[in-house]
């Protein structure tokens, strides 16, 4: 086979149970319920079950797994005083990426994994999964404080994840509309098939390279503003078309420069994401309930989708999940480049039940390549190059 496809486009690189897409209908599902249906019904530690184990869990079940992560979300000592030493204007993908990778070296016993036909069940692999779930919301609020110089405020085992991150962010705990909010948020970004992030997780994780490994060559791979790195870049562009009125304008203009929008656009979808229509409807509520300076931001956005879809809508481009999220983090208060982190957060779940669906059939990912490079050729000696090689 010697087709090359840029991209991979369409290209199915592994078989997978744990999510489904229609890109033309805008279907998306977990394990064959529907998206709007966790989002109405589920809470994120049962989405994440039902991504890891296949089916939603008995009562008892997730209560023993909420137990599990409300007891793993405080953040080693050791690990919290290297972060301290972290440069305070450092991104917070790049710190979590190091601190989940640092993670790793306090759980060593990735030998069990040569052993693919037990991996499945083994303590190890149920446990490093609760571990990083559990890790990736404390550190990244705990980070908030630390980068502003001050102590980072202590996780609290009473709360849920989505509950405990905002109550770590903000010092309060969160009102109820706020916890449901982040809560919905989560389910939305938990799992997306063989988006870039999974795949850079099941490359990593097909050379049975340790879990920790795996999360962070997928945070690595999600920072970029091409995949989760959009969500960041989407309000610092609202904020720069500032109002409705600019935006017919502002939008011709930068396609007229062919540079992208932020949070437009999906490989797979040629409607609007799933996600971002539900995203749209909690702004929608958020605003009415609320109000104030979230307003212009969000009619400035609505505007900038229509605009969008009057140009692109031939294309296939449509909003994206990035698209609408910003603006709910905004209001929560939480800073712009803090969004991408807030992603990874719940895409650890789908990372990770990912990697759990793979290490139980596991092959290394060797894929090859068009060599487009010279034939062999003569060395030549220093004394008789004539020109300096291109930089
Ligand atoms: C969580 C996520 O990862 S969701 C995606 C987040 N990323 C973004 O929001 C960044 C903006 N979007 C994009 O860059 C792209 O749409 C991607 C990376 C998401 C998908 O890329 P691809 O599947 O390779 O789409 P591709 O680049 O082939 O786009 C098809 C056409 O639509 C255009 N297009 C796609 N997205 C956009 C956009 N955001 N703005 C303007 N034009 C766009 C392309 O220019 C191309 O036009 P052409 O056929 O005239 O050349
Ligand atoms: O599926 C993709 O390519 C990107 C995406 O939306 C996600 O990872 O959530």
Redesign the pocket.
């Known amino acids: 086979m010697s087709d090359f496809l840029?991209?991979l486009?369409g290209v199915p690189a592994t078989k997978s149970a744990i999510s489904f897409i229609d890109g033309e209908k805008g279907i998306l599902s977990y394990r064959g319920y529907p998206l709007e249906t966790l989002a109405t019904n589920s809470t994120f530690e049962e989405t994440t079950l039902l991504l890891l184990d296949g089916e939603l869990p008995t009562k008892a079940a997730l209560n023993r797994f909420s137990k599990q992560l409300r007891s793993s979300y405080r953040i080693k000592y050791h690990i919290r005083e290297m972060m301290r030493h972290f440069p305070h204007t450092g991104h917070p993908m790049d710190m979590l990426q190091t601190a989940v990778c640092s993670l790793g070296m306090f759980y060593p016993g990735t030998e069990c994994l040569t052993d693919a036909d037990s991996c499945k069940d083994i303590d190890y692999v149920r446990n490093m999964t609760v571990n990083i779930i559990a890790q990736m919301a404390p550190l990244v609020a705990m980070w908030e404080h630390m980068r502003q110089g001050y102590d980072p405020i202590n996780p609290r085992d009473d709360l849920s994840v989505a509950e405990n991150l905002l109550y770590m962010f903000t010092g309060k705990e969160p009102d109820s509309l706020m916890a449901r909010i982040m809560d919905v948020c989560l389910i939305l970004?938990a799992e997306?098939t063989l988006?870039?992030?999974t795949f850079a997780a099941l490359v990593a994780g097909s050379t049975l390279a340790s879990p920790y490994s795996v999360i962070s060559a997928a945070i690595g791979t999600?920072s970029g503003?091409?995949?989760?790195?959009?969500?960041q870049?989407?309000v610092g562009m609202l904020q720069e078309i500032g109002s409705p009125d600019n935006v017919e304008a502002w939008v011709d203009k930068?396609?007229a420069n062919?540079?992208?929008?932020?949070?437009?656009?999906?490989?797979?979808y040629k409607v609007k994401?799933p996600r971002a229509t539900i995203l749209h409807k909690l702004v929608t509520k958020l605003v009415e309930e609320r109000g104030g300076s979230l307003d212009k931001m969000f009619a400035t956005a609505m505007k900038l989708e229509e605009v969008?879809v009057d140009r692109?809508g031939h294309?296939?481009?449509y909003p994206?999940?990035?698209?609408y999220s910003g603006i709910l983090y905004s209001e929560m208060g939480i800073p712009e480049d803090q969004f991408t982190a807030l992603?990874a957060v719940a895409r650890s779940a789908g990372w990770l039940a990912h990697w759990r669906e793979q290490i139980s059939n596991n092959r290394i990912y060797r894929p090859t390549q068009i060599y487009v490079g010279h034939e062999q050729r003569e060395y030549i000696p220093m004394s008789e190059r004539k020109k300096a090689p291109k930089q």
């Not at 062919?258 to 797979?268: A, L, N, S």
Request: proline share 5%; aromatic share 8%; with cysteine.
């Open positions: 840029p991209g486009e970004h997306h988006n870039a992030s999600l503003p091409l995949h989760g790195g959009a969500n870049r989407v930068k396609l062919k540079e992208v929008i932020w949070g437009m656009g999906h490989r797979e994401d969008c692109l294309k296939g481009v994206n999940v990035d698209f992603f």
